[in-house]
């Protein structure tokens, strides 16, 4: 059975750094792009980055200069380095993926928690 497992939130003051990471495990041939998703509470969830499995990347609006994702394909894993905190980023982060195992199908991560304060 296919599943993402994320780690690496928690609580930072603002202008801090925190490093999430997504690791895909199961019977997996393949995963396209990866994203990296936030929702706060009464928020819609919000597209934060995106890494193909060749290595493109695009970003938000909201965390271009800070954000950087990056993946590692032979790990099946996504990572998100999150720089400048601001109390805004709080969010519960989400780890996303198209993945074929028996078939494509989208995954999504159980989320972490990030919190800045002020």
């Known amino acids: 059975q296919v599943q993402l497992v994320e780690s690496g939130g928690g609580l930072v003051q603002a202008g801090g750094s925190l490093r999430l990471s997504c690791a895909a495990s199961g019977s997996i041939f393949s995963i396209a792009s990866m994203y990296w998703y936030r929702q706060d509470p009464g928020k819609q969830r919000e597209l934060v980055a995106a890494?193909?499995?060749?290595?493109?990347?695009t970003y938000a609006d909201s965390v271009k200069g800070r954000f950087t994702i990056s993946r590692d394909n032979a790990k099946n894993t996504v990572y998100l380095q999150m720089n400048y905190l601001k109390p805004e980023d709080t969010a519960v982060y989400y780890c996303n993926a198209p993945i074929y195992s028996s078939g494509w199908a989208n995954y999504w991560g159980q989320g972490t928690q990030v919190t800045v304060s002020s």
């Open positions: 890494a193909t499995s060749g290595g493109s990347t």
